[in-house]
């Protein structure tokens, strides 16, 4: 990581002057670094972002391998062109909407991380929930298409889920199958209300009250949407254990 003496100003904060201060020092206070929520910014101003993060870590020998990964989350085209302009191999998910650099998630350490999603149309929340707890350096597995119209895929599953340490689960319409997963496995369960579903879905709010009212206990919830939050949420739970006094 590039070094500055006290009291040099930082080019690349620079950079963003009247745009965004970056919290550099997050990985270092809460063991986890800041990431880019693009939606709302333009791409302009995204694209700075990443070329100060880029500037930032700027160093011969590869110092992209050595720093924390830099989430760009909700990207849309003109977001991810304007980050891959400036970092070039960025990885690139458009089904979640997320860029990722470095590209290469850091080596696993904890516990697992499972991430459920009960149908297709959950996918694009799921897998940000996914990319983000691998990302933040979890060892993450993924179970597709469990939803509770069919309860028998989810009891085919039930050795994978009770591997993890924290299990997200993804679900719109009724948004029942948190309370079910969280019947069946000792983890903690992150719920995830998505915006999938009929009109009387309002959007994400009919499964959101209803993973609030889960009868299971050990259930926490999630925003409408909120695939990072709940990424986020499991991988903190799901961390190495603290070393004994």
Known sequence: ?????????????????????LDHDRAARRGYPEAVY????????VGA????VRER???PGDAASRVPATLFTRADDGHAKAVLAELPDARHDTEARLLAWPPAPPPATGGKVTVVCAGTSDLPVARE????AGYLGRETEFVADVGVAGLHRVLGKLDLLRSARAVVVVAGMDGALPSVVAGLVAAPVVAVPTSVGYGAAFGGLAPLLAMLNACAPGVAVVNIDNGYGAGHLAAQ???PFPAGP
């Open 237 to 239: 739970i799901a961390a």
């Open 57 to 59: 870590y700027a160093e």
């Open 49 to 52: 972002i990443a070329a100060a």
């Open 1 to 21: 990581m590039t070094t500055m003496r006290e009291g040099t100003p930082d080019p690349a904060d620079a950079m963003l002057a009247g745009l965004a201060e």
């Open 38 to 45: 693009c939606e709302g910014k333009t791409a302009a101003q």
């Open 129 to 132: 929930a996914l990319l983000t």
